[in-house]
């Protein structure tokens, strides 16, 4: 039954809109959560940690840490082959933006990126592996 449900999601997740636009109320999310998978393509981990929430950046100190958490731990988001935003939601100032990613292999990934904004901008709070079990 479990399986009947991942599948449903890829097929709902599918028939969202594939990409916001600068419209939209979800480019200032899509634009930070680029940015760093563009700064994780450059190796630039450093760069990468500064896209976190102070609060992560606390917690990981250096882009070398923040680096090795994300290669062991998310190596879909480190080494993407494409990057697909679907809807996102809003629960008071806290966001969600829902990603589809494929990776090197073929695999798809969905994950919720999980923002927060404070006078600096917009910033990744957490990211959540909601399945990756297709292929």
Same mark, same amino acid.
């Given at each position: ?7 449903? =999601?890829?097929?709902?997740? +599918? ?16 634009? *930070? ?22 609060? +992560?950046?606390? %917690? ?38 829902? *990603? ?7 695999? %798809? ?12 901008? =917009?910033?990744?709070?957490? %990211? ?8």
């Amino acid at each position: 039954m479990t399986r009947f449900f991942q599948v449903l =999601w890829v097929f709902f997740a +599918l028939a969202l809109p594939v990409r916001a636009d600068t419209h939209t109320p979800n480019a200032p999310l899509v634009h *930070v959560i680029e940015g760093q998978i563009a700064a994780f393509a450059d190796d630039d981990f450093a760069a990468a940690l500064r896209f976190a929430s102070p609060e +992560l950046q606390l %917690v990981f100190g250096t882009g070398e840490r923040f680096g090795t958490m994300v290669r062991s731990g998310f190596p879909m988001v480190y080494r993407p082959d494409t990057v697909t935003f679907l809807a996102g939601d809003t629960t008071g100032d806290v966001r969600h933006q829902s *990603v589809m990613i494929r990776d090197g292999a073929g695999r %798809v990934h969905f994950l919720d990126y999980e923002m927060g904004r404070d006078r600096t901008g =917009w910033h990744i709070r957490g %990211v959540t592996i909601v399945t990756d079990e297709f292929a």
